[in-house]
């Protein structure tokens, strides 16, 4: 069973970077079927795709966040992370990291889920 | 960048009925759309993939159909357990996107 875990700070201040791990258990991320994915969600609202890291590394992020996105592997743990730079209040959102299906009919879809994790954006 | 739109926003609907959402995507995204349920506090869970898969596990009340720009879940017949909010989203071009999400309430 493939289960997904945000973790990193609740609170970040403004201008400040924000940075999330995704710890992954039941699956590799080193291996080239699925898309390792952040989405977030400000209170309230809908769903915002900030971008994927596959395959030794690829990624593809938002052009609305490129700037500002990176998101890496840490081979070594089973986890990717995410930092957002030069955050402002528009980032709090609950921060969700999520596996999306590589190829076939389901390519992009979003099959397993973390919890999610609210992170605020205040001083 | 597509944008998807779904309607209505939200609706009141009572055990039992079929419930039909909408979603429209501003340029043909062929089947590369898929439809999740979210409740209070928790991830969204896929229920339906490239317009009209059934996800493993989903119950059968859910169905989905259409391509090219309007798609369509339905749910046959309402429960309990179905009273969520509803996205559509597009994986055919990057940037994915979602819809606003459709609240389906207790009449």
């Known amino acids: 069973q493939v289960q997904l875990q945000e973790s990193g700070p609740g609170l970040v201040k403004p201008s400040e970077t924000l940075s999330l791990t995704c710890i992954v258990s039941g699956g590799s991320v080193s291996t080239g079927s699925y898309y390792w994915s952040w989405i977030r969600q400000p209170p309230g609202k809908g769903l915002e795709w900030i971008g994927y890291?596959?395959?030794?590394?690829?990624?593809n992020y938002n052009p609305s966040l490129k700037s500002r996105v990176t998101i890496s592997e840490v081979t070594s743990k089973n986890q990717f992370s995410l930092k957002l730079s030069s955050v402002t209040a528009a980032d709090t959102a609950v921060y969700y990291c999520a596996r999306g299906a590589l190829s076939g009919s389901a390519h992009g879809s979003f099959d397993y889920w973390g919890q999610g994790t609210l992170v605020t954006v205040s001083s | 960048d597509i944008q998807m739109t779904q309607s209505p926003s939200s609706l009141s609907a009572s055990v039992g009925d079929r419930v039909t959402i909408t979603c429209r995507a501003s340029q043909s995204i062929s089947s590369y759309l898929n439809w999740y349920q979210q409740k209070p506090g928790k991830a969204p869970k896929l229920l339906i993939y490239?317009?009209?898969s059934l996800q493993s596990g989903v119950p059968s009340r859910f169905g989905g159909s259409g391509s090219g720009t309007d798609f369509t879940l339905t749910i046959s017949s309402l429960q309990p357990e179905d009273f969520a909010t509803y996205y559509c989203?597009?994986?055919?071009?990057?940037?994915?996107?979602f819809g606003q999400g459709t609240k389906v309430e207790i009449k």
């Open positions: 890291i596959y395959y030794s590394g690829s990624t």
């Open positions: 490239a317009a009209s």
């Open positions: 989203q597009q994986s055919y071009s990057v940037p994915w996107t």
